[in-house]
């Protein structure tokens, strides 16, 4: 294809709208950040050209997480800012990229031309106009409005003290018996400082990296806050997504049945962990929720976990429905990749969370009851009156799955710290390796795509649990063989898992998948390689309310017997609701779904596998980021293998971080 160089886009409207419809022919946009721009010239048949581009471009930076284009952050670095080209695909011609087209325009006349254009109202203007303007940041009006309502509720919750027990010392003592020692050391335990904390407060964000102790921490919290209450409290705990939500109702299973505290107390205390689309109580083909202001939640403490996944809109949706009586906890990592959805509140609440800011008076009453020293050389001091958000927030700081000597431990910290070196010296240890690879067919690519390395396993191990596990021929269709089967195939596919940075050209998720497949067939481990064969494993793309499957949910067809003796491919699925259940689903019934030996490390986050492997593409590309790295390290339990097709751009993607483009801390400060 041979583009004609559209000059000067800006000066016109009619330009502009070709030089779009360029971009959404290539790939660049979407074609509803376009017709936004069409729409906009229909209400406004004069709009100026660099209106119209603003209004298309906010539209365009919701598709890659960001509720808003801040102009400021586009003029200065246009390409990075707006993610164009993707995947840093080579431009037909550079006078297309946004870099080029944008090189005259001064950010005061841009802001000028918004300002005066009655698309736009200013921050408390009108309410009727589709775009809002506010510090050099445009919205478009239903997200301005998600920013200001989430703001508006945390103000209000971060203002929310709570009356503590008389008992509280005591409590923190019996859940915390032994002082905290690492490595012989005594160290402050940040454990049970959190328990306190969040005993005093309406809302509190617990953050930490993978096996800081989230999940003990509110576990004992959850006794502390049931121990002591007048009456019964109903508690609730959820999740983003369905993996995730089954992952912590495992983990909360069993760290409830080893609780010190009264059975009573125990029982009262919750394992099932539902997805937060559940609790609200989705409703088919609306983004409206059962449960909202009018209407709200029927509980009175709220945990949710994997909070980096929830986006703005879910947050707003939630607290809306929150009974202001409630109590909210929210836990979660803050150095993870955010929500694919427009919004990063995790990071964004917790920007601070290193230094603490905590002030003066909340220092000494958190060491007065918990017997710790708040202590730690990042700490920096806060004044009274100051931060008011920081003194909700506490962040677990010691790992217990990756103490002292492991490989994942230190990689990780290393990429979050964005030390390329350190990150580099990491390798070579039985739990992390890299590989550097030699070509899309290159030998040692495949044999660890098939049989892992050392203890580490590949996919060949599910495939031989399919093959070698499955029942005898005769057994009869209801015989619970069938379902245990189903069961340890899912399983064993969880144990290791190939993630992409990218979904195009020889590194992306597309081409993988197809080669994959095509290998383990020619190894005779599947009979096809393309439509539906046993074994083939599929990622759900779209919730489907009807047969119950959630975007992210993944599930392997399995050739099972019907009461009438044929065998019939069916898609197996874990139910996700924490009963460790099965859904088996007619191939014929899925229509969004895709293969998934690799997958993004976007749609990885909240699961984590045993051997988890990250291929790099060959080009820094503005996915590239240390907060990818770090999220794709952080999915592996044991062992992490990092596939380099060219040096350096390991290094090169630790030097870049995400900016997620928000005014949510700007607006809470507002509301204070
Ligand atoms: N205070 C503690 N004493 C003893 N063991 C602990 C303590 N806190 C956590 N652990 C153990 O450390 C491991 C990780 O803890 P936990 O699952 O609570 O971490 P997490 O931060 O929730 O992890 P994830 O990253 O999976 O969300 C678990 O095996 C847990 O039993």
Redesign the pocket.
Known sequence: MTATVITAPLTSQSRLLELLDQWVALGWLRPLDRALAGFFVDLDPSAEASVLLAAALASHQLGHGHVCLDLAATLAEPDFALSLPPEGEESLSDMLLPSRMLAGLALADWVQALALSPLVASAHGASDRPLVLHAERLYLRRYWNYEQSVARALAVRIRDDRPVPDSLPEWLNRL?PEPLVLDGERQTDW?KLACALAASSGFTLIT??????????VVRLLALLQGTADKPLRIRLAAPTGKAAA?LTE?IGA?VASLPVDPAVRERIPTEVSTLHRLLGSLPNSRHFRHHAGNPLALDVLVV?EASMIDLEMMACLLSALPPHARLLL?G?KDQLASVEAGALLGDLCRDADQGHYQPERVAWLERVSGERLEHPALQAGEAGCYPLAQRILM?RYS??FAGGSGIGRLAEAVNRQQAGLARRQFGRDDVATLRLKGEQDAALNRLLQGGRGQAVGYGHYLERLNTGRPAADTAHDDPAWTNWAGQVLTAFDEFRLLCTVRKGPWGVAGLNQRIAALLQRRGLLEAEEGWYEGRPVLVTRNDYGLGLMNGDIGIALRLPEEDGRRVLRVVFARNDGGGGLRFVLPSRLSEVETVFAMTVHKSQGS?FAHTALILPEALNPVLTKELLYTAITRARHWFTLLEPRAGVFEQAIGRRVERRSGLLAGLQEEH
């Not at 930490?208 to 921490?217: I, R, S, V």
């Open positions: 915390f454990q930490g990296g993978p096996g800081t102790g989230k999940t003990t921490t992952r983990s760290q976990d836990l990592d677990l217990r799955r984590e």
